[in-house]
Structure formats: C-alpha cells, structure tokens
C-alpha cells in the first residue's frame, strides 16, 4: 500500500478531541427565515469562527485547481493539515500556498482517512478516483465535500447513497450555483412561488467538448505516479503534447475529454445545469424520476459496441441533443448548441438563467409583485444565507457539518440528476434510445445498455469497504 508512516502526534490527537467537543456543542447559527436574500444577523458564522479553537482542520485530497479555488473560498475556516496528490509538485506547491509547507504531504490518500485529527474532508481528484475515496472517508467516520460529478457511473451513485445514510455522514457536493441566491437559488424561488405556473419543459445547455489530434505516448514526469492517477481504470501509456499554447492530455485537466475518467460536458457542465433543471421540476411537485431518453451526439472518434476504436485522442461527445420523457408530459432537453445555461418553461412564462443573467418577462414582473420575503430562504432549506456563490457553499458545508443537517447540495438530490446524465451519456455510446424503470435504476430491454451502469475496477484499486467508524 505504500503508507507513509507519518502518524498523528499526541498533542495532535488533544487538539482533535477539542474541535470535535466544539463540534458537538456548538450552537446553531440562526437560520434566515425573513431575508430574501442573504443572512444578515451580526452574529454570523464568520465571525463565529475566528477563534484558533473553532477553527476546523481539513485534509485535501486532489491538490489542483478545483482544490485551490475551493479553499480560497474557505480558507478563513480552515487549517489545512494534510494533503495527498499522485502528483508531488501539485500537493507541495498547495502545501506551500494554503500551510506554508507545515502540513503532512502524502501520495496515497488513505493516510489521510487514518488520521483521527481532521475534522473534515475535501476531494478534487479527476471524476474517476471520486467514488472510491468518498465511500472510504465516509466509512472512516468524516464528513466530505466531494467535487462534482460525484461518479462515473449509475451504481456507483446506489453505493455512495447507501453508505451515507448508513453513515449518517455530512457529504456535500460541489454544485455550487444551488448557493447563488440572486441567480440559480431565486429562479427556484420563483418555480416554487407558482410564477412560470406548471412547468412543462426545462432545458440545459452546455456545451460541447473539444477535440484533439493523435497524442502520442510521452514519458511520465518525475512528479507523477502514473500508475495511481489511472487508478481504478484501464492500465494505459501516459500521453502528452503541445500544440501552440495548449497542451493535449489523458491526465491533468484534459481527463474531461476521455470516457475512461469522465463524461464529458455531459457530467462535467450537465452536473451544474442539469441539477438546476431537476431542481426546478422538483419544486414544481415533479418528484417522479425521468421515462426514456432519445436524441443524437456527434464524437471525433468511431465507436464499436459503445466502446471508442482508437486510444489516442479525446473521444467524448463534441455535440449532442438529447431529450427526457417525464410522467406528466414534461421533457427535459440537453443540448450544446445555443447559450449556455437553464431554460426553464411554464405555463404561465420562461425564465432563462446562467451564471450572468436571471431574465424572462416573470423577472420583470418581480418589480410589481416581489417574492416574499422568505421565499429564497425557503428553497435555501431554512440553512443560513451569509456570503454567495462558492464562498457560500463552504459556509454550508461546514454550518451542517456543526449542526448534523443536510447540506444543500446532497448526495442523494445530486445522483437523481446525474442518473439523466450517465443515461445521455450511455445513449451517445451506443447511438440508440433508452428506456428507464426509476424505481429500480435499470434500462428497460437493452442488456447492453445495462452493462454500462458500472465499469470494473482495476486490481489493486477496489473500494475498501470497512466496518464504519462511529462518531
């Protein structure tokens, strides 16, 4: 296993059972019941959390950019204590930047579930190693904020659900936009308030992949243990190129664009606007999950059996358009080809939002007849409203994490939607339409199409499943 044998100190140990009495007698933050938008009580969790004793310490698994930015945004909370990276350069330079280098660097991230000195958990590692670290932290007894999409396939969903409310563990994932209040957040204000009427069709739009020329096998830098960034997929050569300005990969970044560690856009920005359309049909009393997926995707690569031919070049969906069948003659449309965010369409109006604009004629009536006051609150779960946007859904991390609540962005809403977009996703492999019993999260007729609910994990790189840790 290649465990470092750095261990929690004694005092280490100490300051832990301290953080985790606060953790147990905190008292609850107000919630904004009658704010619109933000919570504006003086007493905040910000200021509530400056003490050195409050602070919560966190270990952070995936030590790139999504990683970087997320504790930017939560920084003013946190000690980073322990960092594991397959890569040595990323994980030392977040070291450097978040702990001034004081914090235990590791390759293999279970010495960071051993420790019972953190609080809390962070994974930013490519799709492909989400679900296996986020099953283990759960069973070791922590609480995670895990990035999005939080799986690679359909049963890896059922396994994460099962073990986290076996758990009872806090897991909140990094869809962001459901804590932008004045954007994706008062949109399902207004659905929940009654101003589109019955919905009738919502739409996600959100681009398509790139492609890439042939990318020739490279040599692994000195830094990276290629062997465990492939982790649980297909053993493969590691390749690498630069054209112009841009590098072309199967590793940092660019994994995005190989179904061997992701989705493509369909996970990638289908687990963004995808969720804010099921959110929307959610709140709109749509709580039966989707029929059948049809539609059409275009890839740069050919395909046999739902399986890419060649293995050197980016081979997810550069196009598609996909339509949902819901009870009740909803649909949901999936698209890359016009502006980029949510469409949402009732009865009674359409609202279009993305990450720079909330319009449609219902927003305009808004300066007429306003929400009430309470009415983003709401559909915020009650939680509080102190800061927007990724700042925000740290604060609600760690404020359910203190008060045992769940977050706003849970696991089991997130794999509702994200089922819709392995399901376009299978669709776009094997170029057919598909058939969904909800229920059982089975495709109905197409053993085929089944076959693509999980994928096998390489030797030496199963899920531990362990007897959970209680708390």
């Known amino acids: ?205 959100i681009g398509g992949a790139p492609t890439s020329p042939e990318i020739p096998v490279a040599e692994v830098p000195e830094n990276l243990n290629w062997d465990r960034w492939l982790g649980p997929a297909p053993k493969v050569d590691y390749r690498y190129m630069k054209k112009g300005k841009h590098a072309h990969t199967n590793c940092h970044y660019e994994f995005r664009w190989w179904y061997e560690y992701s989705g493509g856009k369909l996970t990638d920005w289908g687990a963004h606007h995808v969720d804010i359309c099921n959110w929307a049909l959610k709140l709109n009393g749509q709580t039966e999950g989707p029929l059948s997926i049809s539609g059409t995707a275009k890839h740069p690569v050919d395909f046999q059996d739902g399986f890419p031919v060649p293995n050197d070049r980016y081979n997810t969906a550069t196009g598609f358009q996909f339509n949902v069948k819901y009870p009740g003659d909803t649909e949901m449309i999936i698209r890359n080809d016009t502006d980029n965010g949510v469409l949402i369409t009732g009865t009674q109006g359409k609202i279009f939002v993305n990450r720079g604009k909330l319009v449609g004629k219902p927003v305009e009536d808004l300066a007429s007849n306003p929400l009430p006051e309470d009415a983003i609150s709401k559909v915020y779960k009650g939680l509080p409203m102190e800061h927007n946007g990724r700042k925000q859904h740290w604060a609600n991390f760690l404020h359910c994490v203190r008060e045992r609540k769940e977050p706003i962005s849970d696991v089991h809403s997130h794999m509702e939607m994200l089922n819709v977009c392995h399901l376009a996703g299978i669709t776009a492999r094997l170029g057919r339409d598909l058939k969904w019993d909800d229920s059982n999260e089975q495709i109905v007729g197409d053993e085929e199409a089944n076959s693509f609910l999980a994928r096998p994990y390489r030797e030496g790189y199963e899920i531990e499943m362990r007897k959970p840790v209680k708390s």
């Open 1 to 205: 296993m290649n465990r470092n044998e750095n261990a929690p100190s004694t005092e280490r140990s100490l300051q832990a059972n301290g953080r985790r009495e606060f953790l147990k007698t905190s008292a609850a933050v107000g919630a904004a019941t009658s704010v619109p938008y933000f919570f504006s009580s003086s007493k905040t969790q910000a200021a509530e959390t400056q003490s050195k004793n409050d602070r919560m310490t966190i270990g952070v698994i995936g030590a790139g950019g999504m990683a970087t930015g997320n504790i930017d945004s939560a920084k003013e909370w946190l000690d980073v204590v322990a960092v594991a990276d397959v890569d040595k350069g990323r994980s030392d330079n977040f070291n450097k930047r978040f702990s001034d280098g004081k914090a235990d660097v590791y390759e293999d991230y279970r010495e960071i579930l051993d420790r019972d000195d953190i609080d809390v958990i962070h994974i930013a590692t490519p799709d492909h190693w989400h679900t296996k670290p986020l099953v283990e932290a759960m069973l070791a007894g922590k609480d995670v904020y895990c990035e999005k999409p939080l799986t690679l396939t359909i049963d890896e969903g059922k396994l994460i659900r099962k073990v986290q409310k076996d758990t009872g563990r806090i897991v909140q994932v990094g869809t962001q936009q459901r804590s932008t209040f004045h954007l994706f957040v008062k949109a399902m204000a207004m659905v929940a308030e009654g101003r589109l009427g019955k919905i009738t069709q919502v739409q996600a739009a």
